[in-house]
T-cell receptor, first 115, second 118 residues
């Protein structure tokens, strides 16, 4: 079964700084990979996804992530964060069960952007 | 705008009550899912369904059941609510990859139902 590891449950950075949120998955077979963001008291919103093709993926709100097959990683970064990026971020990887694609989530990284 | 709608944002129920959480999607997705979210544990899959009247257990099905009588609706049932079922419940729906544009891969989530069992 797939597993997803997000290093760092809490990350604090200053506004304008670069942020890197780490995600590693277990499968040797290239899966579909996702990053979701959750703002307080809301559901999860898709930030970006890797399905095929170019390994650098750009998403909404200036976020990007790079799929690295050899390191089984899909780290998320943003060159200059804003206070409004304060939220919880979840990495997810696909897994097939009974012919159905479902997604396995990491335990999340809570990002706090300081003024 | 495509949507997954959960019927309640907040619920308070008593121990032992039977609780129904409803989820409706308007995207004609085959797959629907129920997760619970708890601090430090991320999202854990309770049940999913890949077709009408079909269901599969996820990682933590104990104490829950589901119903999918129509393609657009997936209900989560707590047969006898207990305090350890106090949580945020998230519904999601999706296509299977290979069925259309990769831009549509992945889940669409509802806004969540925060259930408190007292």
């Amino acid at each position: 079964a797939q597993s997803v590891t997000q290093l760092g449950s809490h990350v604090s950075v200053s506004e304008g700084a670069l942020v890197l949120l780490r995600c590693n998955y277990s499968s040797s077979v290239p899966p579909y990979l996702f990053w979701y963001v959750q703002y307080p008291n809301q559901g999860l919103q898709l930030l970006l996804k890797y399905t095929t093709g170019a390994t650098l993926v750009k998403g909404i709100n200036g976020f990007e992530a790079e799929f690295n097959k050899s390191q089984t990683s899909f780290h998320l970064r943003k060159p200059s964060v804003h206070i409004s990026d304060t939220a919880e971020y979840f990495c997810a990887v696909s897994e097939v069960t009974s012919g159905t694609y479902k997604y396995i989530f990491g335990t999340g990284t809570r990002l706090k952007v300081l003024a | 705008d495509v949507k997954v709608t959960q019927s309640s944002r907040y619920l308070v129920k008593r121990t032992g009550e039977k609780v129904f959480l409803e989820c409706v999607q308007d995207m004609d997705h085959e797959n629907m899912f129920w997760y619970r979210q708890d601090p430090g544990l991320g999202l854990r899959l309770i049940y999913f369904s890949y077709d009408v009247k079909m269901k599969e257990k996820g990682d933590i099905p104990e104490g829950y059941s589901v119903s999918r009588e129509k393609k657009e609706r997936f209900s989560l049932i707590l047969e006898s609510a207990s305090t350890n079922q106090t949580s945020m419940y998230l519904c999601a729906s999706s296509f299977n990859p290979g069925q259309g544009d990769p831009a549509n891969y992945g889940y669409t989530f509802g806004s969540g139902t925060r259930l408190t069992v007292v």
